[in-house]
């Protein structure tokens, strides 16, 4: 069975501090693994998904397989970047449904 | 990008009543569609996915008779929580995926069972 772990629950940082969001998978499968982040009275949201390799708002992700985990990092966080973030992965199939995790609040503080 | 919408976005109903929840895909036909339930400051479960004019595919321990789901087009799926009880109680999300499989999430519908 798959499994997406983020150990925190809350995390809060200064405004212009590196910040990361851990995630931890478990899957038989080759993984496909995705970043949400759901701001305040929004809807869920793609943020960045490890196969594009690319950097979203000065969010990086990289996929660690020896480690199982895709943690989330910035190196200055901005207010704005306040909201839930959800790990999330994708298994293979033909319905390519999401396991997500529990998710991480984080709070930039100014 | 792609829109996904609810209706309604909050409901409140008396137990034992059944409630239906829609879900559409505003500019792009939805091929698939999930339905999850979140509780609060917990993550989402996924409860059901639908695949347009097929039966859809539950959870485990999700009660199919109990959340009867239709996905009729492709863009349309309601979720029909029936019997209602209050602890039916949250705050449900759908998703839709077309042809690129990226999930887009609809903003939620908030049902509280009095």
């Known amino acids: 069975a798959q499994r997406v772990t983020q150990p925190e629950k809350l995390l809060s940082v200064f405004k212009g501090a590196p910040v990361e969001l851990k995630c931890n998978y478990s899957?038989?499968?080759?993984?496909?693994l995705f970043w949400y982040v759901q701001y305040s009275r929004q809807r869920l949201q793609l943020l960045l998904r490890?196969?594009s390799r690319e950097s979203i708002k000065g969010f990086t992700a990289d996929l660690n397989k020896g480690e199982t985990s895709f943690h989330l990092k910035k190196p200055f966080a901005q207010e704005e970047d306040s909201a839930m973030y959800y790990c999330?992965?994708?298994?293979?199939?033909?319905?390519?449904?999401?396991?997500f995790g529990k998710g991480t609040l984080l709070t930039v503080n100014p | 990008g792609a829109v996904v919408s609810q209706h309604p976005s909050w409901v409140i109903c008396k137990s034992g009543t059944s409630v239906k929840i829609e879900c559409r895909s505003l500019?792009?036909?939805?091929?698939?569609m999930f339905w999850y339930r979140q509780f609060p400051k917990q993550s989402l479960m996924l409860m059901a996915t639908?695949?347009?004019?097929?039966?859809?595919?539950?959870e485990q321990g999700v009660e199919k008779d109990k959340f009867l789901i239709n996905h009729a087009s492709l863009t349309l799926s309601t979720l029909t929580v029936t019997s209602a009880h209050p602890e039916d109680s949250s705050f449900y999300i759908c998703?839709?995926?077309?042809?690129?499989?990226?999930?887009?999430f609809g903003p939620g519908t908030r049902l509280t069972v009095l």
């Open positions: 998703s839709a995926s077309g042809s690129g499989n990226e999930q887009f």
């Open positions: 899957y038989s499968g080759s993984p496909e």
């Open positions: 490890h196969i």
């Open positions: 999330a992965l994708r298994s293979g199939g033909s319905n390519y449904k999401l396991t």
């Open positions: 500019d792009f036909q939805a091929t698939t």
């Open positions: 639908s695949n347009e004019g097929s039966k859809a595919t539950y």
